[in-house]
């Protein structure tokens, strides 16, 4: 963790404090008494519903052995105190100045769908030789980087930032304050058309990693991505970017070999990989990982043992395991790609008795929300999936999309997740697959917790 005394961190964000503080140690940052420890820094955020300058004493009372205040707070004691014109500028700068001291390789990951999972396999991966630090959970905006950032300590070797996005500017920001020396985009979805309307847009916000990386940096781009190959003719990329696809002019050709209940077998250039966990897609996050493990001088051995330690982020393409039946839990996010991801995935698990998609609304999605819902609907397979159950104002039009395909009795649309879970008591039988999917606003989270009781 940033470990550095106080003369040291007002040089790095360019503040001022009393030279008799020069030397108190700041081991740590925190922005929340409630887990704040002994000598961490407390920085006062403020937002709209609460002011951490309310809590300045109590943190000084846990042991703090200072506090970043804003200019307007009136300090009553002789306390270490930085004052500064913003307290979350304040943090963000000082992320920027600690990374920039340290002596270590940053990698960034940025996309619409699969750069937790990416984050989680190539960490995995380079922990094989290095010292690694990972953003942890999906802390991936300003708060949650400069909080990675101040985990990292003077001897790790490797950092892997997850970086997103909901409108133009985020990432600019993000890749501005940990200037990585590797960036990747891993695909371009429909989530956050709310904001920036097109597909397009998304990509162009997503384009913006790249205006922090270093000179020297490299440039990881999916090149099946037809979304992600119309927009990279607008720029000039740089001198050392690398494609990876299934199309024949990638630079790290991929192919399917088998993917299963067990996992994905591929091959990259004709060297064959096999990664335990569920989905298609898997290749792709696991292939842009191996080519940053290459490119950090990994061998194939390194790279194989890697692969077999995986330490995912939850809710993402989960099986859990019960006696009477499965779940498949995808619950932490949901938009038309990941459904369809996920979907894919459940089709492809074999010896099952019954499959049963519960899903639930697919947010921020938009001016065309409900198409998009009614299409993913209407795109579900009869054949591989026996029953689908949905709840949610958004989800209903799934539920209208699928009557297209299939029987009425075999789809049902809820109010309530309470009468949800009494339908699918009743459809599961032995050996069934639930599969369960919605945005993380639905809490579907607590659902699957409320399924495993059943």
Not at 49 to 68: H, L, R, T
Not at 267 to 289: C, K, P, R, W
Not at 296 to 315: P, R
Not at 357 to 381: F, P, Q, R, W
């Amino acid at each position: 963790m940033l470990t550095r005394n106080l003369k040291t961190i007002t040089e790095l964000t360019n503040t001022i404090i009393n030279e008799k503080y020069h030397d108190v140690m700041v081991k740590g940052i925190s922005t929340d008494t409630r887990t704040i420890q002994k000598d961490n820094m407390f920085i006062a955020l403020r937002g709209d519903n609460f002011d951490g300058q309310n809590y300045i004493e109590m943190a000084f009372e846990k042991g703090a052995s200072c506090c970043v205040v804003n200019r307007d707070y009136r300090n009553i004691n002789d306390y270490p105190v930085i004052e500064v014109d913003n307290t979350k500028e304040f943090m963000m700068d000082l992320a920027r100045g600690y990374i920039s001291s340290l002596d270590c390789k940053v990698i960034a990951i940025t996309g619409s769908n699969g750069k937790t999972t990416t984050k989680d396999i190539m960490s995995s991966l380079l922990k094989e030789k290095y010292k690694v630090v990972k953003t942890q959970k999906n802390y991936n905006n300003e708060i949650g980087l400069s909080k990675t950032i101040f985990d990292i300590d003077d001897d790790t070797e490797v950092a892997v930032l997850e970086m997103g996005t909901e409108n133009f500017g985020e990432i600019r920001q993000l890749t501005n304050i940990a200037h990585p020396d590797i960036a990747m985009i891993t695909n371009i979805g429909d989530s956050h058309l709310l904001n920036l309307k097109t597909k397009e847009n998304i990509a162009r916000a997503k384009f913006e990693i790249l205006e922090g990386l270093k000179e020297d940096g490299i440039f990881i781009l999916n090149n099946d991505d037809p979304i992600l190959r119309e927009v990279k003719q607008e720029y000039k990329l740089p001198e050392k970017t690398i494609t990876l696809g299934i199309k024949p002019d990638s630079d790290y050709r991929m192919e399917m070999i088998k993917a299963d209940e067990t996992g994905s077998t591929f091959s990259i250039n004709d060297h064959v990989f096999n990664i335990e966990l569920l989905g298609h897609h898997q290749m792709y996050n696991a292939t842009m990982s191996i080519i940053v493990a290459e490119l950090m001088g990994l061998d194939y051995s390194d790279i194989a043992k890697g692969l077999k330690n995986i330490e995912l982020t939850g809710m993402r393409n989960e099986l859990i395991l019960l006696d009477k039946f499965h779940i498949l839990n995808d619950s932490y996010k949901s938009n038309p790609q990941s459904l369809t991801s996920c979907l894919e995935t459940a089709y492809g698990l074999h010896g099952y008795s019954r499959k049963i998609a519960v899903l639930g609304d697919m947010l921020e999605l938009g001016d065309n929300e409900i198409t998009l819902h009614k299409n993913i609907g209407k795109s579900i397979n009869p054949e591989k999936i026996d029953y689908v159950l949905a709840t949610g104002p958004l989800a209903e039009n799934i539920i209208k999309g699928a009557r297209t395909n299939f029987a009425e009795d075999k789809v049902f649309y809820f109010e309530t997740k309470e009468e949800l879970l009494e339908k699918l008591q009743e459809l599961i039988v032995d050996n069934t697959l639930v599969l369960v999917k919605a945005s993380h606003a639905m809490q579907f989270d607590k659902l699957v917790e409320q399924i495993k009781e059943i």
